[in-house]
């Protein structure tokens, strides 16, 4: 599953490349700090059903439309991100937009096993809410994915501290993109 720059990446590109004429060092610095890319090894995670792919297919785009993603001590973003699984490790390759090599960080799954597990009953339970509980039931069970979600993607975020930097919204979207691999894989 891959996801290519959109219209609206490539508007924002030249609004940011106009600022960077401009002058502005906050949008080059916007400019680099990002993904502009984001494949899933499909060797590592299989195929899975519909819901999964389209949670997957909505946080690729989500991520793709705005995301805040450094590496640090890395000057020369934006970058390319492939997730898969290795030795049952995410692997997250993070690459140059030209594709050049920047690391690859290995991240042990254990510490997610918890929220990973309560995170896929409740999305169970969501996907069958869906289609024949009322609105109220349905909001309660969102809510409490939602607040899973939340603490999943603080947990990312912890883990990569002073490997790879995100933004809160980048961890949560990262996190159902880690879900799904750890779901199909």
Known sequence: MSAKESASDRARDAA??????????????????????IELDEASIGRSNADQEQ????????????????????????????IALHEKK???????????????HLLSLTPF???VRDYFML?????GAIRTRSATEIEAIDMGRR???????ALLSKRLHGKIE?????ARRLFTL???LHWKG
Do not use: W
């Open 166 to 170: 995100v933004d809160f919204d980048t």
């Open 123 to 127: 999305c169970d339970s969501y996907y």
């Open 55 to 82: 949670e997957c297919s909505i946080a690729i785009y989500d991520l793709l439309e705005r995301n805040s993603f450094a590496v640090p001590g890395h000057e020369r973003g934006p970058y390319r991100l492939t």
């Open 113 to 115: 096993r918890r929220v």
């Open 147 to 153: 607040g899973l979600h939340d603490e999943a993607a």
């Open 16 to 37: 940011e490349d106009g600022a960077k004429q401009d002058g502005d060092p906050d949008a080059k610095a916007r400019h680099k700090k990002r993904l502009i890319a």
């Open 178 to 180: 880690i879900a799904a």
């Open 90 to 104: 995410l692997m997250l390759q993070v690459s140059e937009e030209n594709g050049a090599h920047v690391i690859v």
